[in-house]
């Protein structure tokens, strides 16, 4: 499956901000159980992913942030391609999407899907609904899942070429199975 360079962008983004939710947390010593806890988390994400034109932001943006990542995860969760069209049609509409060409920070040109002056939480909704929609036009939304370690809800796209991947990262969640399961194995063996 071929993804354009700035479609892939945005589907990264997308993960990464339905990850931040409290049900995606993997418990971790100290951290907070949202991603997107306050208004310093928040520009934190701008930052990490990039976003153009994000500057001032404030408690309304955060909860509507919260409000575009919560109908981003129920895309994850869809039954089906026609449900997850619906919500990404929904995001998208209510974004005011907005195509634009544009060449900005080293960037070649690319498309961005939100008006210049939009909000963080437009911005979120038209780039990475329209990423979303990629997926779903080629057919594709079984890619759209959730990690399967017991432990981890993390959301990650497949893009493997068979569509094989289980888990968010075979480094940590993959990688901690196998070797528990390589363990249980010697110790059955050692009994």
Known sequence: MLIPHDTRIALDTVVALVNTAPESAQPQEGAPADGLAGIPALHAFAARHRMSGVTELDEKDLRAVHDVRDRF???????????AASLVNSLVAAAGTTPQL???????????????DASIADHLAADCGMALAFIIVAGETERLRRCEAPDCR?????????????????????????????RARRRETAD
């Open 102 to 116: 544009s060449d900005h920070d080293g960037y070649d040109w690319h498309v961005h899907y939100f008006a210049p």
């Open 154 to 182: 993390h959301a990650f796209v497949d893009l493997s070429r068979n569509r094989s991947r289980r888990y968010c990262s075979s480094r940590t969640c993959g990688n901690r199975l196998h070797v528990a399961a390589y």
């Open 73 to 83: 995860a129920a895309v994850f969760a869809a039954p089906d391609a026609r449900t």
